[in-house]
């Protein structure tokens, strides 16, 4: 588990190793068993045609990272698509709010940079609420599922029953994963998302329960 003062570091493809995904995942939650220890894992290290890897650190966010977050939020809300948010995206104000729930943020970095971010929110129900971004060129790399992982890890750990989250329809590669790691749809909120376009968008309530 990434507690503070403690990260886990993986090696990851250049390339898209699409059909080891499954692999991946079962080593991130294998990168988890003890609290305060860390290790390296190398998903696809020996499997892939292209044996080039990109290191990446998945840790706690600190109050200093707020700016890469924020920075993160904007470029993934430029797309339009996988997340809710849309632009523009008041960077400064995103900023001062990441600074304040640095401890509920699991992000993954490499070389510096904030690539990943997934943030746990804590109802007063005990379930927590899942918000996940990758930057685009990071994606289908591990990122999620390293980052899923250590999200299920630190909820269990906090005594969290139950995780939940929404992604629209159309996002079928994130849907993919959540399934991978045991989410299951809920049920569908149609036509819930007013989008800048003025189109309405369904979303799909996926929980799972720890």
């Keep these: 588990m990434t507690r503070k003062g403690h990260s886990s570091i993986y090696r990851t493809p250049t390339d898209h190793c699409l059909h080891h995904e499954q692999e991946e995942a079962r080593l991130a ?3 988890f068993p003890n609290a305060g220890t860390s290790q390296a894992v ?9 044996p080039a890897v990109t290191t990446f650190e998945v840790r706690r966010a600190r109050p200093e990272d707020a700016r890469n977050l924020a920075e993160l939020m904007a470029a993934v809300a430029e797309e339009r698509d996988g997340i809710a948010t849309e632009p523009p995206v008041d960077v400064d104000a995103r900023t001062k709010q990441f600074a304040t729930s640095s401890d509920d943020t699991i992000l993954a970095v490499a070389a510096g940079e904030v ?16 918000g996940m971004a990758v930057a685009r060129p990071w ?21 969290l029953h139950k995780l939940s989250l929404e992604v629209f329809p ?9 399934r991978k790691f ?23 309530v996926m929980g799972l329960l720890l």
Excluded: Q
Excluded at 42 to 50: A, F, I, L, S, V
Excluded at 170 to 178: D, M, S, W
């Design 29 to 31: 939650r294998r990168s």
């Design 170 to 178: 159309h996002n079928e590669a994130a849907i993919a994963l959540y």
């Design 139 to 159: 994606r289908r790399h591990g990122i999620g599922s390293a980052l899923l992982a250590a999200a299920i890890e630190k909820a269990r750990s906090e005594g």
């Design 42 to 50: 190398t998903p696809c290290k020996e499997r892939c045609e292209n």
């Design 182 to 204: 045991g989410f299951v749809e809920e049920g569908r909120r149609v036509k819930h998302f007013r989008r800048a376009s003025g189109e309405l968008w369904d979303s799909i």
């Design 115 to 130: 690539v990943g971010s997934l943030h746990v929110g804590a109802n007063r129900f005990g379930a927590g609420e899942l």
